[in-house]
Each structure stands twice: as C-alpha cells, then as structure tokens.
C-alpha cells in the first residue's frame, strides 16, 4: 500500500459494491481544479485523479478516495459562507424562493405526488438547512415531515422556518429520537456520499411502514463525457457514481424491491439517477 499525503490512497482503489480493484479508465481530472480541495488546503496536484468502471460490476469509482477525517472535514464546510459566498439563511431564501419553473425541490414534489397517499409521515435524511422539508409540508399540506442533518447549525435555520429537524447522523438507534413507521424518507443526493450503500439502505429499512417507500436520488453517471470535466460533479466529493445497474444492485443486496428506477436531467442539466424502493 502506498500511502500519500492528504489522501487515503492506494496503486488501485477498491469498488465500494464488489471489492475488485481492476478497472477501465472513463475520466481523467488530474488537470482539472478542485474547490474542496483547495479550501481545504489539501494537496493534490501530481496524484493522478480519475474516474474507473469496475471490470466486475460495472460500478464507477474514483482513484483516490478521501481519508474518514478528511471526508468530515470536506462535509463540515461544505456550506461554509466563504466556500459558497452566501450564509445560510441567504441560501435558504434564494432556493425556497425559486420560481416554480425553476425549482428543482418542486419537481421532486411532483414526481412524488403519484406515489402518495393523502396523508402521511416523511423524513428527509441529510436534508441541510430544511429547505426540501420546508417545501415538502407546504406542497404536501396533510402530510408532517422531519429533516435529519448532522451539520452544525444546520437546525437553528431550518428551525426557525417551522421545520422539525433533528441534528444527527441517522443511526439504528435513531428509532428513539425520530420514530419509525414513515410512509416516505427521502436521501437526495446522499446514497453516493456513504462508504456503504447496501448497510445504508438496510438502516432506512428499519424506519418505514409495511408500504412505506424509500426515494432515493444521486449522479449519473450518463453525465461522464456529458458535463465539462472540470464541473463541480466530478470534485473530491463524489468518489462513486451510480446508474441504474447500482441501484438495483444495492436495492436487491439490501432486500428492497424497485417500484422506479430511471434517469433524468435537471433543471440545471445535470444527469441525476432516481429510484423508488419499498420492502
């Protein structure tokens, strides 16, 4: 093992689904700039970066993978006001105040709608500052929503916009704290930030009702070749990127069942994965 300095890294990283270390080249981003890495004063200039398709499972992982101390590092300033250039509260306001046509949050409330019933329990796993919960209880009038985020402060904002929220990871020993027996948890764009997919959606198992549903949202990687290889989708912060092969993968290993699984392109033209699963 060759360990190097500011990264967890080996001569071959391993797939995070089936553990084989050999892989076909896709993305190179060794030339490309990393914001998170540069904020972090993180060196990483001569590592060669790039993204690889697992000769086993077809999954797409990167060549470097962050250490487990830099990885909390990079989440806990991820929303860092000289990091975005807007506070918190400013970032609140400027997306739940987004015209309706271009509000990604209300496309995803409209996908939803044909899969709920007319009342109901949801919580949204890494929801941030509360903003999708916030939109959620006034697109979902008869339904009551929690937000579970672990970032500091994260609660004082989502909070004082009357959003139930709870500031921890979600863990099995949860159930006390938040309850169980959700009709509906969301995970936007969070599956391809945990080190295990299956063990993750086993843990959401545990907090749904008999027909409750999981919805769960991440990159595609259909934005390979797509998008500038210098964007924000291609930065330390993602070291995976599913499709729809993985999802159903880790849907099956965890004993859920698809009801959904396809592709789609958002409002700001990003390939986004988006699948629907229940036990």
């Not at 080249?25 to 972090?40: A, F, G, H, I």
């Not at 860092?80 to 496309?107: G, T």
């Not at 912060?237 to 099956?252: G, L, M, P, T, Y």
Request: aromatic share 12%; hydrophobic share 35%; charged share 30%.
């Amino acid at each position: 093992m060759r360990q190097r300095k500011g990264f967890n890294m080996i001569e071959q990283t391993k797939c995070k689904l089936c553990g084989d270390s050999e892989g076909k080249e896709l993305l190179n981003v060794s030339e490309c700039s990393d914001t998170y890495l540069d904020y972090m004063k993180i060196d990483y200039k001569n590592l060669n970066r790039f993204y690889k398709k697992c000769n086993s499972c077809g999954f797409v992982y990167k060549s470097i993978y962050l250490t487990d101390s830099e990885k909390e590092r990079l989440y806990s300033c991820f929303r860092d006001v000289a990091l975005r250039n807007e506070n918190h509260e400013e970032y609140f306001q400027r997306i739940s105040n987004m015209p309706i046509e271009d509000s990604e949050n209300v496309e995803k409330y409209i996908f939803l709608e044909p899969f709920l019933k007319d009342t109901g329990r949801h919580m949204d796993i890494g929801g941030g500052l509360g903003v999708f919960c916030y939109g959620f209880q006034k697109y979902f009038k008869n339904w009551n929503s929690i937000c579970v985020e672990p970032s500091d402060g994260a609660d004082i904002v989502a909070s004082k916009h009357g959003v139930k929220t709870y500031n921890t990871y979600l863990s099995d020993e949860s159930v006390g704290l938040v309850g169980d027996d959700f009709d509906l948890i969301t995970a936007n764009h969070v599956v391809e930030h945990v080190d295990d997919p299956i063990v993750f959606l086993k843990m959401l198992k545990g907090f749904i009702s008999k027909t409750g549903l999981i919805c769960i949202e991440m990159p595609s990687a259909l934005d390979i070749n797509f998008l500038n290889k210098k964007h924000d989708r291609f930065m330390s912060q993602h070291e995976v990127i599913h499709d729809n092969k993985s999802v159903d993968f880790i849907a099956k290993e965890a004993g859920l069942r698809v009801l959904y699984n396809h592709n789609y392109l958002s409002k700001r033209g990003r390939n986004n994965v988006r699948a629907v699963l229940t036990l």
